[in-house]
């Protein structure tokens, strides 16, 4: 495959978004012009990105919807299917587990964990909630690609240590905290702190 | 206030957050080489970053991790209060309501609101949940800095087009789309598909 930069791929999850809304729409060609007022791009920069795609047709002509879209989720590895299980079954991992369009892109969270007895055995959009005691074994036996952990951030490091040595792919963390893990097991945090934070920073430069 | 670049202010959270820990563990001083081995960035680029907040001691006597805490939390905004409402009481609204954190660092979240009669008059962490009719003149008369959208996309662009009109400065958008607001309002996104098409790119990658 192509060697896209990493510039244009921090882009992609975003035209991929506009894509399968043009799609839903049942919009079949746009031009770069027209996809550059949606996305409050430039055109240019449009045109510079999906060149990397091909499959636009002549000048004037605009683009092929379904066939960029069809482009871009192949290079975001939405082809195949994952196996999620989300550590942590209160409201975040619940909110995970009801996500509408999950299954949709490939996403299946298979199981939920928590240790919490309370919760352990209940469904949550017939997800099983099982004990966390079990996960390794879970993710061996199930073969899980991807782990979100919707814990506290002492769990979530605990937690971590039995997954530094599982098979698991890729860790999806929620906690307030960096993990430490090898280096071939994917990170991504989403840091909802963090984010709330960029808002007070500009609220607090307007004052100044 | 003196000017911090905008790329030291994007690295300002995270620093913010090990600051934090370190006084959590009664921390009082910490060089830039353990600063450096806990962040995993190197030493130099902590210096650079930090020699805008000045008030570090003499060479090899390291940081003043209060004074320094409370110099970041300065530009970061949080000396102030902010005032915030929850828009959609389903699992995220209430995993936000319930976030321990967020008193501590001037983040009140005062009301959620939701169309659904079932949740509307129940309390969420000692938040009550409104109709969500209700929601631009709760805005004006409570001063509301910051409404947090966690809502399917369809319902958010509806609210959004209220609150385009409100005196709300901030929104913190959990919708999977991109809102149509006055350049006046702050919008931090929160886009979580594309934060797992990130990991799912990373993957389809090592398997190439």
């Not at 960029?198 to 100044?208: A, C, F, G, Q, V």
Request: glycine share 6%.
């Amino acid at each position: 495959m192509k060697k896209i930069s990493s510039a244009v791929v921090k882009r992609l999850p975003r035209y991929y978004r506009y894509l399968d809304e043009l799609m839903e729409n049942n919009v079949e060609r746009i031009s770069s012009g027209e996809l550059s007022r949606m996305m409050n791009v430039t055109a240019s920069q449009i045109r510079q990105d999906l060149n990397n795609f091909g499959g636009f047709g002549q000048q004037g002509y605009g683009y092929n919807v379904k066939h960029l879209h069809d482009e871009i989720g192949k290079i975001l590895g939405l082809e195949s299917e994952y196996r999620i299980v989300v550590v942590g079954a209160g409201n975040l991992g619940q909110a995970l587990a009801n996500y509408p369009n999950f299954v949709r892109r490939g996403y299946h969270i298979i199981a939920l964990f928590d240790k919490n007895p309370e919760i352990i055995g209940k469904k949550i959009n017939e997800c099983e909630v099982l004990d966390v005691v079990h996960l390794v074994d879970y993710i061996e036996s199930k073969k899980v690609d991807i782990v979100a952990l919707t814990l506290p951030k002492e769990q979530a490091t605990l937690v971590a240590k039995d997954l530094a040595k599982s098979s698991v792919r890729a860790i999806w963390n929620f906690a307030h905290t960096d993990l430490d893990l090898p280096d071939n097991i994917i990170v991504e945090n989403v840091h909802l702190s963090e984010s709330l934070m960029r808002i007070t920073y500009k609220l607090s430069e307007l004052e100044d």
